[in-house]
């Protein structure tokens, strides 16, 4: 799951100050689940920007706007974005690529796009992993040190945890804290002794 925030609205109507003839696109998968881009999400977004000068020409709501497999396919879903000078997606960044893509006309977001996450036992579950290309998570049983340590520490924690809550973010529980209980918990103690290099942050 893409985790991402909505944009102020002032932002929005910035972003689309010269623009008019609106089709706003949600996404009715990560975006909605966020309720940053659902169909309630969608429909107020039109309300706003008709109620601020703007005239919608439609919306559309795909299962998922990274997903987009034509402008065709949108136009099966509704033939008034046509008539669109611009395109107003409410997913992630990949939405917005995805639809520009396909699109003639200018393409906008009003999200942004903060980590890939997911939903488990029924809480959402932010940062959960910064697609590094790199992927060790399985050393870590499952949880990413990347993502979850704010100081990206691969080899034990920074010693400044107090019980066992993150020093940078006080409220968050210390990942190490985590990964030990967790490797622990299925016999992998072992793991713990395995050295990681440094992180390749792309300097030369």
Known sequence: MIITSAKLFEEILAILKDEDNIFVIGCNVCAAKLRTGGEPEVLEMCRRLEESGKH???WTLPTAACSIRSFESLV???EKINEAFCILVMGCGSGVSSVANVAEVPVYGSNDTLSLGGSS???LLSEQCVMCGNCTIGEFGGLCPKAQC???LLNG?????????CEVARVNDCVWT???ERLKKI?????LYVIHAPQEHGFK
């Open 56 to 58: 919608v020409v439609g």
């Open 121 to 123: 036992g029924g809480k």
């Open 157 to 165: 924690p920074c010693g400044g945890a107090v019980d066992g809550k």
């Open 150 to 152: 704010p100081k990206g």
């Open 76 to 78: 099966e879903k509704n």
């Open 178 to 180: 985590l990964i030990y």
């Open 187 to 191: 016999k992998r103690l072992d793991l």
